[in-house]
C-alpha cells in the first residue's frame, strides 16, 4: 500500500528553465509534507517542508504547493541548475511532525547545459 | 546532513552474522530514527527512539532487528543472524524535538550479506 507516490521515475529540464516534481498522497491524516534530495551513496538533504494549513511555501529557488483536496504537493525548482540533478523525495506525516515519515519512491532529476 | 554521523558506511556480513550499525546524533538533538532504503525503493521508517526510550518501533521487523539509544554513547541498530534480503541502505535521523521540527539524516550505513 503506497501512501506517497512519486510517479515520474525520472525527468529531464534544460538549464535555466523550471522543473516541477509531482507528488500524490493517499493518506488524509497527513498534515506534514517535505521535499528531500539525494545524491548517490549519501543521506537525504532537507530541502523544503510544508505543513497542511497552508498551501504554498517558499525558499529562494525553491517553492512547494499542497493541494489538499486533490491530495497532490509539487516542488518547483526555478531556474534550474545542473547541481540540482540528483533523486527527489517527497515524505508525509500524520504526526504534525517530521518524525515517522512516509516516502515516495523517488523521482530522479536531470537538467542538461 | 553535517552533523548526523554513521559508522561504518559499508559493512559486509556472511548470512548468520550479527551486524551493528551506529548513529551520533546532531549536536543538541535528542530524537533519533532509523530508516531503510532498499534498492530502487523510498525510505521505510524503522524506529523512533529518545534517549533511552524506543517511543515508535512500528516499522521494525519483529525478529532480529533491534535498536537502542543509550544515555550514553550512539544509537545502535542491531540486526542478528542476518540474510541476504537484510542488504540495503540504513539511515539515521535526528532532530531536536518533536512538531514541526525537520529531521536530518546522515550518509547512511550500507549492509551487504553474502
Known amino acids: 500500500d503506497q501512501q506517497v507516490k512519486q510517479n515520474s521515475p525520472s525527468l529531464s529540464v534544460q538549464e535555466g528553465r523550471i522543473s516541477i516534481l509531482n507528488c500524490d498522497y493517499t493518506?488524509?491524516?497527513?498534515?506534514?509534507f517535505l521535499w528531500y534530495k539525494k545524491y548517490p551513496a549519501e543521506g537525504p538533504t532537507f530541502l523544503i517542508s510544508i505543513s497542511s494549513i497552508k498551501d504554498k511555501n517558499e525558499d529562494g529557488r525553491f517553492t512547494v504547493f499542497l493541494n489538499k483536496s486533490a491530495k497532490h504537493l509539487s516542488l518547483h525548482i526555478v531556474p534550474s541548475q545542473p547541481g540540482d540533478s540528483a533523486v527527489y523525495f517527497c515524505a508525509a506525516s500524520a504526526q504534525q511532525g517530521a518524525q515517522k515519515l512516509v516516502f515516495g519512491q523517488g523521482t530522479r532529476l536531470t537538467i542538461n547545459p | 546532513n553535517a552533523g548526523v554521523m554513521q559508522n561504518p558506511r559499508h559493512l559486509v556480513r556472511r548470512r548468520g552474522q550479527e551486524a551493528r550499525l551506529r548513529c551520533s546524533p546532531m549536536k543538541g538533538h535528542s530524537h533519533v530514527y532509523w530508516y531503510r532504503q532498499l534498492p530502487e525503493e523510498g525510505l521505510k521508517f524503522m524506529v523512533y527512539l529518545q534517549k533511552e526510550n524506543i517511543i515508535d518501533e512500528s516499522g521494525m521487523p519483529k525478529e532480529r532487528f533491534s535498536a537502542e539509544f543509550p544515555k550514553e554513547g550512539p544509537s545502535i541498530l542491531r540486526i542478528q543472524q542476518v540474510v541476504r534480503g537484510d542488504s540495503a541502505a540504513y539511515f539515521c535521523?535526528?532532530?531536536?524535538?518533536?512538531?514541526?521540527?525537520?529531521?536530518?539524516f546522515g550518509e547512511g550505513s550500507w549492509l551487504t550479506v553474502v
Open positions: 535521523a535526528s532532530s531536536r524535538g518533536l512538531s514541526g521540527n525537520t529531521i536530518y
Open positions: 493518506n488524509s491524516m497527513f498534515d506534514y
